[in-house]
Nanobody, 119 residues
């Protein structure tokens, strides 16, 4: 089981920004990424990067507003969120898994961090 440390969530007004951080305890992954889930809704993929760093994917709902990046170490990742909207309100999870042409599948993820966008 991969252990994760997530931080950076909180309450922000519409149009504001947040930066989420995540550190994973292991390096044996093929892809890393973020997904979110709001109460009563299904998981929504946000972004993922292949283990080699060759491919990066973004969901249409966040493309142009969110930026997924890696730290100096392969087991660290960040999600810069700009122009936040109320519909972005959800629990955000960092995760590790695999990347396919249709998207990413995750094997392990963290406890999640709450992001609330409200005036």
């Amino acid at each position: 089981q991969v252990q994760f440390v997530e931080s950076g969530g909180g309450l922000v007004q519409p149009g504001g920004s947040l930066r989420l951080s995540c550190t994973a305890s292991r390096f044996n992954y093929y892809a890393i990424g973020w997904f979110r889930q709001a109460p009563g809704k299904e998981r929504e993929d946000i972004s993922c990067i292949s283990g080699s760093g060759e491919y990066t994917r973004y969901s249409d709902s966040v493309k142009g507003r969110f930026t997924f990046s890696r730290g100096n170490a392969k087991n660290t990742m960040y999600l810069q969120m700009n122009s936040l909207k109320p519909e972005d309100t959800a629990v955000y999870y960092c995760a590790t898994g695999r990347m396919y042409h249709y998207g990413c599948e995750y094997d392990d993820w963290g406890q999640g961090t709450q992001v609330t966008v409200s005036s």
